[in-house]
């Protein structure tokens, strides 16, 4: 028990140093760095918390494929930094006045002495029922109990990812694009043109 809490206090201490300097480094490669340091300590605390399908999840999805992406996108792309603090600068404030909100309502529930649910020690002291997997587990609980809220949440990623191509959609004059149905309207004679080349006039 007493290595649990060691390890336990070790991930959420790196944890939370990771992610400060996430926001906090000049050097944008650094904070993806700092990033992917955050995701392996926080799939540590999922290990400790008994939830190893998510940890893995984490460390495949989030450190594989999302940092990875951040780290070749700050580096290949020719992005003015300076612009992009120039305007997180201009919502500091805003950003200041959310943080201290949460940070009073912690408080405020620390003050009320937060009472947990009466089934709420036993869910947290056997996580995964007795003969499932942690894998089976979980997927029983979000296609049975949470399919609504799964649903939705999907349907929100979508939306999110719909909304992100449209804001960065750019259409620059004179670049050709494809026209699908342009092309399957076209008749044989719009698609070919029989030049008659006398002999001897050819290339």
Same mark, same amino acid.
């Given at each position: 028990?007493?290595?649990?809490?060691?390890a336990f206090y070790a991930f959420s201490a790196v944890l939370i140093a990771s992610a400060f300097m996430v926001i906090t480094a000049r050097n944008p490669v650094h904070s993806v760095f700092f990033l992917i340091l955050a995701f392996f300590n926080?799939?540590?605390?999922f290990v400790l918390l008994g939830a190893e399908f998510l940890a893995m999840i984490l460390v495949i999805?989030?450190?594989?494929?999302?940092?990875?992406?951040?780290?070749?996108v700050v580096m290949m792309l020719d992005i003015d930094f300076a612009e992009l603090k120039r305007g997180a600068q201009e919502y500091i404030l805003v950003g200041a006045?959310? *943080? /201290?909100? +949460? %940070? =009073?309502?912690?408080?405020?529930?620390?003050?009320?002495?937060?009472?947990?649910?009466?089934?709420a020690p036993g869910a947290r002291a056997h996580p995964t029922p007795a003969?499932?997997?942690n894998t089976e587990a979980l997927g029983r609980i979000l296609y049975t109990d949470y399919v609504y809220y799964f649903q939705i949440? *999907? /349907?929100? +990623? %979508? =939306?999110?990812?719909?909304?992100?191509?449209?804001l960065t959609l750019r259409h620059r004059p004179g670049v050709r694009r494809q026209n699908i149905g342009r092309q399957n309207a076209r008749t044989m004679d719009e698609a070919m043109t029989v030049v008659d080349v006398k002999p001897g006039q050819g290339a």
């Open positions: 028990m007493l290595l649990q809490a060691i926080a799939a540590g605390l999805v989030y450190v594989g494929a999302v940092a990875v992406l951040f780290l070749f006045g959310v *943080g /201290l909100l +949460l %940070l =009073v309502e912690l408080a405020f529930f620390v003050a009320m002495k937060w009472n947990f649910a009466s089934a003969g499932l997997s949440a *999907g /349907l929100v +990623l %979508l =939306v999110a990812m719909i909304g992100a191509i449209v």
